[in-house]
């Protein structure tokens, strides 16, 4: 049976796609091409590249300010499944998701929600049906990973600047009837895993490898449509819609938390 670390690590990458990829401050400015990247020679002018690719997502999706998530995980013999509602924004305290995700090997979800630096998780028997809560801090000690980063648009903006090595303009392709463009970037492992709160053991880079590959298929405004990140024996995919939608992230009611 896999281990709870592997799950870890491999949830907390799903993660910083999930979360990370939600923007980048007012002072981020663009990132650096990385050497030996390959660009479409017949680039049109809306074409995005690698000095643009993040501050131009970024832009898109701070003004439709929501966002709907189905986050599908196949890894080491167990698929896991995440339905979210994120709420993005410039300020990290007004940064909201509501996350519901089924725990590998059970019948039970977890539910997890998000509202600036405060964390309520509801995982079943284990918390009397109810939700703890829990500062982030609390979360990234307990092995979740370093949450607070991964919320925060202007960490994630250095994270892949940092971790950036190559990147691929593909083929257009439909999903769900809008036409989208493939990027493919190149990560560094390392970088990624480390940045998102986990350690680079043996183990983990036996799993994922040196570099991580992040397929990005991205509409004319410049929002993710999906997100595919093939890992170890599986693989991992997001698929974003309701982009600008009306959505509300509220902290459960006194009588639905407990102590933890």
Known sequence: MASLKKITAFTTLA??????????????????????QEQAEKASTNELTAETFVQRINDAQYKAGSASMLMEM?????????????IISEKPED??????MNMPGT????????????????????TQNKFAKLSLDELDGAGMGNLESQSNPAAQFELFEKALTDFKVGDTEKIDGVETTKYTLSLDTKIV???????????????????????????SDDLPKRIVMPMGDGETVITFSDWGKDMKVEAPADDEIVEF
């Open 74 to 86: 196949s890894q080491m013999g167990m698929d896991m499944e995440a339905t979210a509602d994120v």
């Open 15 to 36: 993660l910083v796609a999930a979360l990370g990829l939600t923007g980048c401050g007012d002072d981020a400015k663009p990132a650096s091409a990385p050497k030996g």
């Open 193 to 219: 895993v480390e940045e998102g709160g986990q350690e680079m053991t043996p183990e983990v880079t036996e799993l994922l490898g040196d570099t991580l590959t992040y397929e990005m298929y991205v509409d």
């Open 107 to 126: 019948d039970s979800e977890m539910k997890m929600i998000m509202i600036g630096t405060d964390a309520y998780m509801n995982m079943g028997e284990m």
């Open 95 to 100: 940064v909201a998701m509501s996350m519901t």
